[in-house]
């Protein structure tokens, strides 16, 4: 396997790439909790930044050259349909259907034709509970999302306001997650999930890695990110070491108790 290395060049790219985190912390997740990491955590001796926030990105990573099997593998279910903003929707009533949803509210991707702005209104309409929705919300997360393509613009070298060149993106998914606690109706668990970022076709990708806890809540026929949740899934957390993260083939994926996701078919 090839090594791969990755660092977070701006908070603005964090920010980006951490979609589902920067939705939660825009709509008032951070007020319930402490500083979360940024691009001043912790790069020396394999210290993983604190998960006192709403996600802790890890800045630095590198890939171990010997590869060791997942012990757990999981084939999330996809949402039945799609919604009018292109989202899966309709995750089946299950704890695997949870996570299913909230790994692929996770997922986004910035790049040509596609910015942080339509990004994030993409998963705050299609994946927040109705009830923790607000003009005034969704215009935080608008407003923060275009100040977010303005620092990927100027570290691509364009000005705001002007299409990524060719070969720029950002891209964000989940490899893996560990469940926190399940119930019929209620499921939190923590995100292990991978970001990519180019700033030009010539430009070398980096990588790096993030965890988020996360808490969702069977409401109006699917699986919905709440705050109430949320906020439990971290109370949950308080006071434990979060799992350390790693790349899917590093054995500390596996001592960390991380399940891998392998993609449906």
């Given at each position: 396997?090839?090594?791969?290395?990755?660092?977070?060049?701006?908070?603005?790219?964090?920010?980006?790439?951490?979609?589902?985190?920067?939705?939660?912390?825009?709509?008032?997740?951070?007020?319930?909790?402490?500083?979360?990491?940024?691009?001043?955590?912790?790069?020396?001796?394999?210290?993983?930044p604190s998960a006192s926030g709403p996600a802790s990105p890890l800045p630095m990573y590198a890939q171990p050259k010997d590869w060791t099997e997942p012990l757990r593998w999981s084939a999330l279910p996809r949402g039945e349909r799609t919604d009018e903003r292109g989202s899966q929707v309709g995750f089946p009533h299950t704890p695997e259907g949870a996570v299913g949803m909230a790994a692929t509210a996770n997922r986004s991707t910035i790049g040509a034709?596609?910015?942080?702005?339509?990004?994030?209104?993409?998963?705050?309409?299609?994946?927040?509970?109705?009830?923790?929705?607000?003009?005034?919300?969704?215009?935080?997360?608008?407003?923060?999302?275009?100040?977010?393509?303005?620092?990927?613009?100027?570290?691509?070298?364009?000005?705001?306001?002007?299409?990524?060149?060719?070969?720029?993106?950002?891209?964000?998914?989940?490899?893996?997650?560990?469940?926190?606690?399940?119930?019929?109706?209620?499921?939190?668990?923590?995100?292990?999930?991978?970001?990519?970022?180019?700033?030009?076709?010539?430009?070398?990708?980096?990588?790096?890695?993030?965890?988020?806890?996360?808490?969702?809540?069977?409401?109006?026929?699917?699986?919905?990110?709440?705050?109430?949740?949320?906020?439990?899934?971290?109370?949950?957390?308080?006071?434990?070491?979060?799992?350390?993260?790693?790349?899917?083939?590093?054995?500390?994926?596996?001592?960390?108790?991380?399940?891998?996701?392998?993609?449906?078919?």
């Amino acid at each position: 396997m090839s090594r791969t290395r990755g660092a977070w060049n701006t908070k603005g790219t964090w920010i980006a790439g951490v979609a589902l985190a920067a939705v939660l912390a825009l709509t008032g997740y951070s007020l319930l909790s402490g500083e979360g990491g940024g691009e001043d955590a912790p790069t020396k001796g394999g210290t993983s930044p604190s998960a006192s926030g709403p996600a802790s990105p890890l800045p630095m990573y590198a890939q171990p050259k010997d590869w060791t099997e997942p012990l757990r593998w999981s084939a999330l279910p996809r949402g039945e349909r799609t919604d009018e903003r292109g989202s899966q929707v309709g995750f089946p009533h299950t704890p695997e259907g949870a996570v299913g949803m909230a790994a692929t509210a996770n997922r986004s991707t910035i790049g040509a034709g596609r910015t942080t702005v339509d990004e994030q209104l993409r998963i705050y309409y299609s994946y927040l509970s109705k009830a923790d929705q607000s003009s005034r919300a969704a215009q935080q997360v608008e407003l923060a999302a275009g100040e977010t393509d303005k620092n990927l613009a100027q570290e691509a070298g364009v000005q705001p306001g002007q299409p990524l060149p060719p070969g720029a993106y950002v891209r964000n998914h989940v490899v893996g997650y560990k469940i926190i606690k399940s119930a019929s109706d209620e499921v939190s668990v923590w995100l292990l999930a991978r970001v990519v970022q180019k700033t030009g076709e010539m430009a070398q990708e980096t990588s790096s890695y993030t965890r988020t806890p996360v808490g969702v809540q069977w409401q109006d026929g699917d699986w919905r990110l709440t705050m109430a949740a949320t906020e439990r899934a971290q109370q949950a957390t308080q006071g434990q070491e979060p799992p350390a993260m790693a790349a899917p083939g590093d054995a500390v994926f596996n001592s960390a108790g991380w399940t891998a996701i392998r993609e449906a078919s």
